[in-house]
């Protein structure tokens, strides 16, 4: 089962398992990755009947250093027009 595979490895603090038990169909569900373009696109699908979008690059397992950039890369991708 999709949802035991993901509780057990995060129990475990398990960051590979965790990455290994979050299938497409999940990650979809809930977040937006890619390149620019398709975190855009994304989105913007997912923003129209929403009133809040938040913007947040993942963390578990990141250094501060590149959470600070990812988080710089977000600012600057929906700066842009």
Known sequence: DERAAM???YL???VDAMVRAVSD????AFAVAGTPAAVREG????A????TTVLAPPTYGMSATRVA???H???KLFSER
């Open 7 to 9: 509780r057990s490895a």
């Open 12 to 14: 475990a603090r398990d």
């Open 25 to 28: 169909r999940v990650l979809d």
């Open 43 to 46: 989105i913007a699908r997912r």
């Open 48 to 51: 129209r009947p929403s009133y």
């Open 69 to 71: 950039e990812v988080t």
């Open 73 to 75: 890369d977000l600012i």
